[in-house]
Nanobody
């Protein structure tokens, strides 16, 4: 089992920056990828960014060039640096961790989410 706790959300003005953090606990050694997903009001849950164990990252088109995902394995923490925020970034942001279960299976764990509201 993996537990994830996000922090760093809030109410901000457009064009500013915000950094989200997610601390993992539990079966840390089994974690492979971390990710950030978001769900805007009335919209589907979507992947924002993902980072592998080796630090390779991929981003949704909406996040490219503005958001940076990083991880500190020593602190069991993953971050999402968000720059040049727009009103359309308003959403609940969820941290995820993929955990190995045996040689062939992965379980995805989710945090409870943190609200980001960007005012234009």
């Amino acid at each position: 089992q993996v537990q994830l706790v996000e922090s760093g959300g809030g109410y901000v003005q457009a064009a500013v920056s915000l950094i989200l953090s997610c601390v993992a606990s539990g079966s840390i050694c089994s974690i492979t990828n971390f990710g950030w997903h978001r769900q805007a009001p009335g919209k589907e849950l979507v992947l924002v960014a993902q980072i592998t164990t080796s630090g390779a990252a991929n981003y949704a088109d909406s996040a490219k060039g503005r958001f940076t995902i990083s991880r500190d394995n020593a602190k069991d923490t993953v971050y999402l640096q968000m720059n040049s925020l727009k009103s359309e970034d308003t959403a609940v942001y969820y941290c995820t961790a993929d955990s190995r279960r045996g040689p062939m299976a992965l379980d995805r764990y989710w945090g409870r989410g943190t609200q980001v509201t960007v005012s234009s």
